[in-house]
């Protein structure tokens, strides 16, 4: 029965994991963001940029644009000691500032893998494939916050 807690724990854990990235994405808490992931962890869109280690996520992630709204449904999580695998639906949208109201951009999946640290549970590599591409989710953004995103 022990076993079988500790898989429930590190399953609750995982999935908080994903809503603590969310929202540090979301409210541009970029901080936060990079606590999600192990110092030499990886964050990657399937048809755009990698980034690896947090130097390299904190170049990337300082470009994103506020009003995304990411949430993280349907998770399929498998443990192995202190490794485990998430994959899970995405599903994006944005958000106006005056709270007028909100589109969904896109829709997609993340492919994760994490790890087990002293801190808790932390992204080793994190693949997002979005059901549009990288451009495309971008240049929707562009248009509904009128601002300019550099090339990445």
Same mark, same amino acid.
């Given at each position: 029965?022990?076993?079988?807690?500790?898989?429930?724990?590190?399953?609750?854990?995982?999935?908080?994991?994903?809503?603590?990235?969310?929202?540090?994405?979301?409210?541009?808490?970029?901080?936060?963001?990079?606590?999600?992931?192990?110092?030499?962890?990886?964050?990657?869109?399937?048809?755009?940029?990698?980034?690896?280690?947090?130097?390299?996520?904190?170049?990337?992630?300082?470009?994103?644009?506020?009003?995304?709204?990411?949430?993280?449904?349907?998770?399929?999580?498998?443990?192995?000691? #202190?490794?485990?695998?998430? !994959?899970?639906? $995405?599903?994006?949208?944005?958000?106006?500032?005056? %709270?007028?109201?909100? &589109?969904?951009?896109?829709?997609?999946?993340?492919?994760?893998?994490?790890?087990?640290?002293? #801190?808790?549970?932390?992204? !080793?590599?994190? $693949?997002?494939?979005?059901?549009?591409?990288?451009? %495309?989710?971008?240049? &929707?953004?562009?248009?509904?916050?009128?601002?300019?995103?550099?090339?990445?």
């Amino acid at each position: 029965m022990a076993d079988e807690l500790r898989m429930l724990v590190d399953k609750d854990e995982i999935r908080e994991l994903s809503a603590r990235y969310n929202r540090a994405a979301d409210n541009q808490r970029l901080e936060d963001f990079l606590g999600t992931f192990t110092p030499e962890g990886v964050f990657e869109v399937a048809d755009g940029p990698k980034a690896e280690g947090t130097d390299a996520i904190r170049k990337l992630m300082g470009k994103a644009v506020y009003g995304s709204v990411h949430m993280t449904l349907d998770s399929v999580i498998e443990i192995d000691g #202190d490794v485990a695998t998430q !994959t899970a639906t $995405l599903l994006m949208g944005h958000r106006r500032d005056d %709270r007028a109201s909100s &589109t969904v951009v896109t829709t997609g999946l993340y492919q994760d893998k994490l790890v087990r640290t002293p #801190d808790g549970w932390r992204f !080793t590599h994190r $693949l997002v494939s979005t059901d549009l591409t990288f451009r %495309r989710v971008n240049k &929707t953004f562009i248009a509904l916050t009128k601002a300019e995103i550099p090339e990445v």
